[in-house]
C-alpha cells in the first residue's frame, strides 16, 4: 500500500525490534522487582526534570531506542506515582496486572477499529464475549448487550443518553431538549460521583434538575425521601426520568438498595442506572454476590474493568439490559460506512458516541484467558475489607489510607 510505503521509515528492522523487545522486558523486570522495596510511592517531583521533559523540543531526527529506554528510566519512572505500590491505599486505583503490558502491544500491533465489524471481526466478538461475561455476574437476559468504553464517567454519559431516549415520548434525535417544556429531573444521593452530575450537564440537562438525596447512617440513599421528590416533582410540572443508584460510593463503598430503588423505578416508569464503578465488580467475591447481583435489576450498570478487573487504564463498560435501546440511542445511518448486519457481529458504532474505536476489550479477555476467572474472585474477596459501614469507619479509613503512602 502506498501510504504504508511512504511511513516505512516508521518502521522497525528485525535488529531494532530484537532490541526494542529485550529493553521492554528488561524494562517490565526491573519495574516489577522493584516496587515491593525501593520505589517510592509518591513521586519526589524533581522540577527541574519535568521542566525539561516540558521543553525540551522533539528533535528532526530521533534518538533511537536506547535513548528512549534511558529516558523512561531516568525521567519518568522517578516522576511516576507507584500505583502498584502495596501501600497505595488512598485512591481505587489498581496495579495493571502482569499480562497486560503484552496485552497492550499486541493491541497496538493489530491495531483494530473497533467501530464496524468488517474492520475488526476477532475483536468484535471478543468485545461481545467480554460483555456478555460481564452481563452474565448480574443475571442479564440474553437482549443484554453493551461497550468497553474509556471508563466509568464515559460509561455513565452513555448510559444517561440511552436512558433519556427511551423515557422522552418525542424523538430526541430530531427535536433535542430544547423544544420541551417540562424539565427532565434525574435523581441521585449525595454521595454520588461527580461523574453523574458532569454527565448531566454535558446531556444539557442542567445541574439544577439533578436532585442530590440525603442518604442515611449507613450512606444509602433515602427511598422514603427520593419517593416524595419524585411527586414532588411531578407536581411541579416536571418530568423524571431516570434514578442513578451507586454500587460502592466513592468516599465509603456505600451500595444504595437496589431492590426497592428498582421497585420504585418500576412504579413511576424511570431508568435506573447503577455506577457500580467502584464497587458492582465485588459480584465476584463470594461474600459480596448476592448483594450486588441485584444491580441486575437496573436498566444499566456501569462497571469499571480498570478497577476490580485489574486491567490498565483506560477500561470501562457499560452494560445495559436491552442491548436495543442502547442502539436506539447511538445508531444512525451513514452514507460512508459500509456497515452490513451479520447476526454473529455488531457494528459497535452503534452503541455509544465514538465512531473509531481501539480494541480495550483485548486486555480485559487476555487476563480472563491467562489468568481465568477464579482469579478475579480471589482477588475481589480480600480488597472487600475496605468496604466501610458507618460515617466513624469511613474518617478511620480515609486516616489509614493517608498515613500508609506516608510511612
Ligand atoms: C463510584 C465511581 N463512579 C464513577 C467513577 C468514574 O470512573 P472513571 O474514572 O473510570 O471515569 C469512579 C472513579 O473512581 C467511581 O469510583
Known amino acids: 500500500m502506498e501510504s504504508t510505503a511512504a511511513a516505512s521509515h516508521l518502521s522497525l528492522g528485525d535488529r531494532d525490534i530484537d532490541r526494542a523487545g529485550h529493553l521492554l522486558i528488561q524494562f517490565l523486570k526491573d519495574y516489577e522487582r522493584a516496587i515491593p522495596t525501593s520505589a517510592a510511592i509518591l513521586p519526589t517531583l524533581n522540577r527541574s526534570q519535568l521542566e525539561e521533559l516540558r521543553r525540551t523540543p522533539f528533535k528532526r531526527a530521533g534518538t533511537g531506542i536506547e535513548a528512549i529506554f534511558k529516558e ?17 491505599l488512598a485512591y481505587v486505583l489498581g496495579p495493571p496486572n502482569g499480562i497486560a503490558p503484552f496485552a497492550e502491544a499486541v493491541a497496538a500491533a493489530l491495531n483494530q477499529n473497533c467501530n464496524f465489524w468488517q474492520l475488526s471481526p476477532a475483536a468484535n466478538v471478543i468485545e461481545q464475549k467480554v460483555i456478555a461475561w460481564l452481563s452474565d455476574l448480574f443475571d442479564y437476559p440474553a437482549a443484554a448487550g453493551g461497550i468497553i468504553t474509556s471508563g466509568g464517567s464515559m460509561a455513565t454519559l452513555t448510559a444517561l443518553r440511552a436512558a433519556l431516549c427511551d423515557k422522552c415520548p418525542a424523538d430526541l434525535r430530531e427535536t433535542g431538549l430544547q423544544s420541551r417544556s417540562a424539565p427532565l429531573v434525574l435523581y441521585t444521593s449525595t454521595e454520588a460521583h461527580d461523574s453523574v452530575e458532569k454527565a448531566a450537564t454535558l446531556l444539557g440537562l442542567g445541574s439544577n434538575q439533578v436532585r442530590k438525596i440525603p442518604v442515611d447512617d449507613d450512606f444509602q440513599m433515602r427511598v422514603d425521601v427520593l419517593r416524595a421528590a419524585i411527586r414532588a416533582d411531578r407536581e411541579a410540572g416536571k418530568q423524571p426520568f431516570c434514578v442513578v ?10 451500595v444504595d438498595p437496589i431492590a426497592e430503588l428498582a421497585s420504585l423505578c418500576r412504579e413511576e416508569d424511570l431508568w435506573l442506572h447503577v455506577d457500580g464503578a467502584y464497587g458492582a465488580l465485588f459480584v465476584l467475591a463470594a461474600r459480596t454476590r448476592e448483594t450486588l447481583r441485584l444491580c441486575g435489576l437496573a436498566d444499566s450498570i456501569v462497571l469499571d474493568p480498570h478497577k476490580l478487573l485489574f486491567a490498565p487504564l483506560e477500561a470501562g463498560c457499560l452494560i445495559v439490559r436491552d442491548r436495543v435501546k442502547l442502539r436506539h440511542a447511538f445508531g444512525g445511518i451513514s452514507s460512508y460506512l459500509p456497515a452490513d448486519r451479520d447476526p454473529l457481529l455488531m457494528n459497535f458504532m452503534e452503541y455509544g458516541p465514538q465512531l473509531s474505536r481501539g480494541f480495550k476489550a483485548f486486555k480485559i479477555w487476555c487476563a480472563l484467558e491467562v489468568f481465568g476467572v477464579d482469579a478475579f474472585a480471589r482477588a475481589a474477596d480480600p480488597c472487600w475489607r475496605w468496604r466501610v459501614i458507618s460515617k466513624r469507619d469511613f474518617k478511620l479509613r480515609m486516616l489509614l489510607s493517608y498515613w500508609h503512602q506516608s510511612i
Not at 523512561?72 to 497505595?88: E, G
Open 245 to 254: 443508584a451507586s454500587a460502592g460510593t466513592i468516599n465509603t463503598g456505600a
Open 72 to 88: 523512561i528510566q531516568d525521567k519518568i519512572v522517578p516522576n511516576s506515582t507507584t500505583v502498584a505500590h502495596p501501600r497505595f
